[in-house]
């Protein structure tokens, strides 16, 4: 199984700032394989990014992600404050399928 | 657009069989060439892939479910179903349905139900 983990845990930001989150796997993925979600309470998560880099129809272009390898990350380069949420990267491996990040909780500052 | 709806039985007693539908509308689940997903989530957040079939019948799982899981598709329904055996209070979840996005292999999730919570109580 792959793992995923996810930092940091918490991230307290202000509107307007700009958030890194980084999520690394335990071994090398292909980059079509990463996949980065929004999450906010009481929701389904929503799709950012697929294939590492590409952002999903309707995702506004201050989400933005990057990466290779075992290191992947997700930047919003100016925080609104409907971005506040929780948010997950996942990976697709044709052995055993998908897993998922344990999180990232951006929250206001 | 695509839109998923879940159902369920609201509490299911340990040891018993948990049975989840999802409506799909705005697509033709057996005509699609789209990967239809259980996904679920505990009470600590972490989510938790179940299991995929594909628009043929095709079926993968989670290996640690594959045991307990089966997905089916009901294409004259246009609704795909998951059973899960012999729950636990472990199996205490809200279940997501969620179809593959535009990602290669359905790589992704790129629609989703609103979720639906399971108790496992007795």
């Known amino acids: 199984e792959i793992v995923l983990t996810q930092s940091p845990d918490t991230l307290s930001l202000s509107p307007g700032e700009r958030a890194t989150l980084s999520c690394r796997t335990s071994?090398?993925?292909?980059?079509?394989?990463l996949a980065w979600y929004q999450q906010k309470p009481g929701q389904a998560p929503r799709l950012l990014i697929y294939a590492a880099a590409s952002r999903a129809p309707g995702i506004p272009d201050r989400f933005g992600g990057s990466g290779s390898g075992t290191d992947f990350t997700l930047t919003i380069s100016r925080l609104e404050p409907e971005d506040f949420a929780v948010y997950y990267c996942?990976?697709?491996?044709?052995?055993?399928?998908?897993?998922f990040g344990p999180g990232t909780k951006v929250d206001i500052k | 657009q695509v839109q998923l709806q879940e159902s369920g039985p609201g509490l299911v007693k340990p040891s018993e069989t948990l049975s989840l539908t999802c409506a799909v509308s705005g697509a033709s689940i057996g005509s699609s060439s789209y990967y239809w997903n259980w996904v679920r989530q505990s009470a600590g957040k972490r989510l938790e892939w179940i299991g995929r079939?594909?628009?043929?019948?095709?079926?993968t799982y989670n290996p640690s479910l594959m045991s307990r899981a089966t997905i089916s598709l009901d294409t004259s329904r246009n609704h795909f179903s998951l059973t899960l055996k012999s729950v636990t209070a472990a199996d205490t979840a809200v279940y997501y349905c969620?179809?593959?996005?535009?990602?290669?292999?359905?790589?992704?999730?790129?629609?989703w139900g609103q979720g639906v919570a399971v108790p496992v109580s007795s």
């Open positions: 071994q090398t993925i292909s980059n079509t394989y």
């Open positions: 079939i594909y628009s043929n019948g095709r079926t």
């Open positions: 996942q990976q697709y491996d044709v052995s055993v399928g998908f897993t």
């Open positions: 969620a179809r593959g996005g535009a990602c290669f292999g359905g790589a992704c999730f790129g629609f």
